[in-house]
């Protein structure tokens, strides 16, 4: 009997089953190897579809793609059976029968838990340890009958040579290699008196995940690059043809043409030469605090690039908040570093959720991985990665290894993501030879948070790539920031008769909101005003494309010196490099606050009629009425900020000492919000992620107290799906939907049309380039919209959406309601 892995959808060719576990075991070795454990990795490949060789799969796989014809005896109803022929517990059974016994100390059973669990949850995602009710979820599937997993008739079936391999690698050998690197990882018990700390406790289901992540992403690369060998190619292409010297030479021949215009250009040339010469550090964790408009991401990228080289770094990942400053950041590296004759991109972008949650066939194949040299990526992905359940994003993380990780604006890491991402970044600084850098004009305190036992960041010694922040701040101070807030707030129409009176006084001026109903309101009011050719919002209900499209327009009606009047929520102020003469901020953060000064007199270009340089002036406003029901970080924010404003009345508010000091006000009141408190789904408990990701104390089935006082090593403990589940990177899930305007109509057709006729090259092509069209729904308004049967599937089962044109607007973008024209609004 032949065993087959796949079938290819264009041709009848067969992938053995043999080749395809060498394969995806040579792939995850390699992965593994970034944290000197590639017998791990190989291992994992070669086991995690061992059930495959059982009759009852192979049956089920031939029926299912036409090998065995429906008059045959071995024919089954595949479609009936699918999901429900387990080919995953086989090898995780092995792998735990094998290794289990080994060590006084349970050194074996340790390694055979964490091992065993990665292949049993290679098609769900890690599954729990144990679950919400205490039941030992991990131990009852290493327990579940032959009659089921098929173990035996599997160890029958294989070829003795293949067999051979596999048993020359599972034994003691494979135990003392993952042991040493658990053990060098954290800090064990050394005696029945101690307990593991939360940290280590975490760091150990983070040293799992690192695992899981080479299996699947193995797995899920060699079922592409099966059905679409070219894939393979570029892949292994791209890895022989990149070579950071290339890269450098560019980027320093750019820097050397830059002409300098302004003063400004003397003092950012100076950063980047700073942070040229620190690239010669030792890898650890950074922080870059340089104020906005100081040249941060050509800086950094500098940085990154003589770093990686001089370190011998696979990548450089820059993760950044908002998908505005990944299109506008990756647009400008790519004109520096790329040219029409390289064979292979620099640069990646991937910073929509486009993909499906419950990931189809199509999208295990086409969906994105970061293996390219420079990747441009979100936070949101970034922590997704890390923490997500299921297969999706875990696949990426192992790619964080071996990097220079650089976090623009990372005054915006999720609140209660705080202590997750200090233990998760520790780790990947520690152990999987990666450096990172905090990059922003409002540095947060990270290193030195209220409980520090769960988590804080080991900062490098001098960490701060800036000898001397508060010069820095001196020379580029180029705005004078105005306290307007009064007693009440200022009504919608004070807003914009002041907002009116800026822009005529000026000529440019921005206003930065809370929400899209005060976007909304306002641009319309000062469209009444002053008339809709000069007047622009701007907001998240418009996809990436129209977004920049706007950007650019108002861009280049700046620099004409031609009227701008824009009303934008706060997707505009960290980053994005537009300059306006004056700066309206409703009350919020100081850190929002600061960004958004960042978006005035950017380049230090203001003068007065005699042509002297002046500051721009930025005005924090407070709406007398405002909806922030859902919104606890700004209006948290905003306490903090009322009373720094207070303390330091009168005083420059832009200096890192007050920003310092908004930050220890704001994470002290924040301190509870940091570990990411969650609700039971079945009110048994209360918990946070921290704890459920680490030890899991509070879980009745945990046993590890039982096994300290027996002078036992601990287990795993955790309850991975289950945080998985709770786990999101923002406080509601959104859903991303393709709009069919301008060019996505093109698209969506070309989506719908290619879900039916799969060509993998193709999907992924348009998938990709569908993110620059698509625009992330939340929960009530993504109800709304089926409601409205306004929100339609590609094909059934895809998962893959686009919404009905007249459901979107020029103006607002995505819209609960037909849309009327602009003159209707203003009516």
Request: net charge negative; aromatic share 8%; proline share 3%.
């Amino acid at each position: 009997m032949d065993f087959i892995a796949h079938k290819r959808v264009k041709s009848s060719e067969v992938q053995s089953l043999d080749v395809h576990l060498s394969d995806v075991g040579g792939l995850a070795s390699s992965f593994a190897e970034k944290i000197g454990i590639s017998d791990a990795g190989l291992v994992l490949g070669l086991l995690h579809d061992f059930g495959k060789y059982s009759k009852a799969f192979q049956d089920y796989l031939n029926s299912a793609v036409g090998r065995i014809k429906p008059d045959e005896d071995e024919f089954v109803d595949a479609k009936a059976l699918k999901g429900k022929i387990d080919h995953s517990t086989a090898g995780a059974q092995y792998i735990w029968n094998q290794l289990q016994t080994i060590g006084a100390a349970g050194q074996g059973e340790l390694v055979a838990q964490i091992l065993s669990l990665c292949i049993a949850s290679h098609h769900s995602g890690l599954i729990n340890c144990i679950a919400e009710d205490g039941s030992q979820v991990f131990l009852r599937r290493i327990e579940k009958g032959d009659d089921q997993t098929h173990l035996q008739e599997c160890l029958q079936n294989v070829d003795s040579r293949f067999m051979a391999k596999i048993e020359a690698l599972v034994d003691g050998n494979l135990v003392r290699q993952v042991f040493e690197k658990v053990r060098a990882t954290i800090d064990l018990p050394k005696n029945a008196n101690e307990t593991l700390s939360k940290t280590d406790a975490f760091a150990l289901g983070i040293f799992t995940r690192f695992l899981f992540s080479c299996l699947i992403d193995a797995d899920r690369l060699n079922s592409a690059e099966f059905e679409n060998p070219l894939r393979m190619q570029q892949r292994l292409g791209q890895q022989a043809w990149q070579d950071w010297t290339v890269a450098i030479d560019r980027f320093e021949s750019f820097i050397n043409q830059f002409k300098q215009k302004r003063p400004i250009d003397d003092i950012r040339k100076g950063i980047s030469e700073t942070c040229k010469a620190r690239a010669n550090d030792p890898q650890g964790i950074y922080s870059l605090t340089v104020p906005t408009g100081g040249g941060k991401t050509l800086a950094s990228l500098r940085y990154a690039l003589h770093h990686a080289h001089k370190h011998r770094l696979d990548r450089i990942i820059y993760i950044i908040p908002y998908t505005s400053i990944i299109e506008q950041n990756a647009g400008e590296v790519r004109k520096i570093l790329e040219r029409e004759n390289d064979p292979y991109p620099w640069v990646l972008e991937h910073h929509s959720n486009i993909e499906p949650e419950q990931q189809t066939w199509h999208s295990k194949l086409v969906s994105e991985n970061w293996d390219s040299p420079i990747v441009f990526t979100t936070t949101v992905q970034f922590l997704e990665a890390l923490f997500s359940g299921g297969t999706r994003g875990v696949r990426r993380m192992h790619q964080l290894a071996n990097s220079v990780l650089i976090f623009d604006e990372i005054q915006t890491l999720p609140i209660n993501c705080i202590h997750l991402f200090c233990n998760a970044l520790n780790f990947l600084s520690k152990h999987t030879k990666s450096t990172a850098i905090l990059c922003t004009a409002t540095q947060p305190v990270l290193d030195k948070l209220r409980f520090s036992d769960k988590g804080q960041l080991a900062m490098s010694e001098c960490s701060e790539l800036i000898n001397d922040t508060n010069t820095l701040f001196d020379q580029l101070s180029r705005v004078m920031v105005n306290n307007r807030i009064k007693i009440g707030g200022w009504s919608e129409q004070e807003i914009t008769e002041h907002a009116v009176s800026r822009y005529r006084e000026t000529g440019s001026c921005l206003i930065i909101v809370n929400t899209k109903a005060w976007a909304q309101k306002l641009y319309v009011a000062c469209c009444v005003a002053e008339g809709s050719d000069s007047v622009f919002h701007l907001s998240t209900s418009l996809y990436p494309a129209h977004r920049k499209a706007q950007l650019d327009l108002i861009r280049e009606r700046l620099e004409q010196g031609l009227p701008v009047l824009c009303i934008s929520t706060q997707l505009i102020e960290a980053g994005v490099d537009v300059s306006f003469a004056s700066v309206i901020r409703f009350l919020a953060g100081l850190d929002s606050i600061a960004q958004a000064a960042g978006r005035c007199n950017r380049h230090g270009e203001l003068c007065d009629a005699n042509g002297n340089y002046i500051k721009g002036q930025v005005d924090i406003v407070n709406p007398d009425t405002e909806n922030l029901g859902m919104l606890k970080d700004i209006a948290m924010g905003q306490e903090q900020t009322l009373r720094v404003l207070s303390e330091f009345a009168g005083s420059d508010l832009l200096t890192p000492e007050v920003i310092q000091r908004y930050f220890q006000y704001y994470f002290y009141a924040r301190s509870d919000d940091m570990e990411y408190t969650i609700k039971s789904s079945q009110a048994l408990r209360d918990d946070t992620l921290l704890e459920v990701l680490g030890r899991n104390s509070k879980n009745v089935g945990n046993k590890n107290e039982a096994r300290r006082t027996s002078g036992k090593l601990p287990m795993l403990a955790q309850s991975f799906m289950d945080a998985g589940r709770a786990f999101q990177a923002i406080d509601a899930p959104t859903k991303a939907v393709v709009v069919r305007h301008g060019k996505g109509v093109a698209l969506v057709n070309e989506l719908c049309r290619l879900a039916k006729e799969f060509e993998p090259q193709e999907y992924y092509r348009v998938l990709k380039e569908s993110q620059q069209y698509s625009v992330n729904v939340f929960p009530n308004v993504w109800a709304k919209l089926l409601e409205l049967d306004a929100v339609h599937e590609t094909q059934e089962g895809e998962g893959i959406y686009y919404l009905d044109a007249e459901y979107y607007s020029e103006e607002f973008g995505l819209a609960t309601e037909p849309v009327r024209s602009m003159d209707a609004l203003l009516c």
